[in-house]
């Protein structure tokens, strides 16, 4: 079993800044890729960006240029940069990984882009 929790979100305003951060119980190196989803009401869950053990970044479209997914080694987690956050950001973020042939998630923390 592995643990994934998730820490950082809140409420902020249009073109303000969060950053997200994914601690797991087992070592972010010992799977091939991490990633961030998110989840608006009534939208389907959707990948936000990605990370591998090589350090191969994979991000949305809506959000290039605004997030940043980075691997923090000493505090073993995942964390996810946002810049310039809209409201269309404004959903549930869920951190994953693979590890033991299947996927694992986090609880999810609500981050809200609002004025």
């Known amino acids: 079993q592995v643990q994934l929790v998730e820490s950082g979100g809140g409420l902020v305003q249009p073109g303000g800044s969060l950053r997200l951060s994914c601690a797991g119980s087992?070592?972010?190196?010992?799977?091939?890729?991490m990633g961030w989803y998110r989840q608006a009401p009534g939208k389907e869950r959707e990948l936000v960006a990605s990370i591998t053990k090589y350090d191969m970044t994979r991000y949305a479209d809506s959000v290039k240029g605004r997030f940043t997914i980075s691997r923090n080694n000493a505090k073993n987690t995942v964390d996810l940069q946002m810049n310039s956050l809209k409201l269309e950001d404004t959903a549930v973020y869920y951190c994953?990984?693979?590890?033991?042939?299947?996927?694992?998630w986090g609880q999810g923390t609500q981050v809200t882009v609002s004025s």
């Open positions: 087992r070592s972010i190196f010992s799977t091939i890729v």
């Open positions: 994953t990984g693979f590890w033991d042939g299947r996927d694992y």
